[in-house]
C-alpha cells in the first residue's frame, strides 16, 4: 500500500472555505477507514475526523462542528475534508492518513492508530 496524498491547502482569509483531498496512487481508498489530522506549530497533533470505508459513518471533533466536514467518493478513490469559516486558529499542516483501530463509545465512531499519511497540506488562514 502506498502514502497517501493530501491536496487542497493555501492561504485564505478568516471567514473563507477550503476543501482538502486525500487520494492514494496504487491503492483502493475505500478499502480504509481514512482520518484527517493536522499539526499546528508548537501544539500536539489534533485528530480531527475520520470516516468508515463506505462513508456510512464519521466522526469529527466536537470543537468543529458545524464548520468541518468529512466525505469520500470512492468511486474517484478520494477522501475529502470540506472547511468553512475558517479562523486563524485552523492554521496548520493537514494529513490524511489510514486508520488503523474503530470503535464505537456512545454510538460514536471514534478512531486510533493513524499510519500511512503523506507528507500533508499547509493550510494558512489570516487577514
Known amino acids: 500500500q502506498s502514502q497517501l496524498v493530501e491536496s487542497g491547502g493555501g492561504l485564505v482569509q478568516p471567514g473563507e472555505s477550503l476543501r482538502l483531498s486525500c487520494e492514494a496512487s496504487g491503492s483502493t481508498l475505500g478499502a480504509y477507514v481514512i482520518g484527517w489530522f493536522r499539526q499546528a506549530p508548537g501544539k500536539e497533533r489534533e485528530d480531527i475526523s475520520c470516516?468508515?470505508?463506505?462513508?456510512?459513518?464519521?466522526s469529527l471533533v466536537s470543537s468543529l462542528k458545524g464548520r468541518f466536514t468529512i466525505s469520500r467518493d470512492n468511486a474517484k478513490n478520494t477522501v475529502s475534508l470540506q472547511m468553512t469559516s475558517l479562523v486563524p486558529e485552523d492554521t496548520a499542516i493537514y494529513y490524511c492518513?489510514?486508520?488503523?483501530?474503530?470503535?464505537?463509545?456512545?454510538?460514536?465512531?471514534?478512531?486510533?492508530?493513524?499510519?500511512?499519511w503523506g507528507q500533508g497540506t499547509q493550510v494558512t488562514v489570516s487577514a
Open positions: 470516516i468508515t470505508e463506505n462513508g456510512d459513518q464519521q
Open positions: 492518513a489510514r486508520v488503523e483501530h474503530v470503535s464505537y463509545l456512545g454510538g460514536s465512531l471514534h478512531c486510533s492508530g493513524w499510519y500511512d
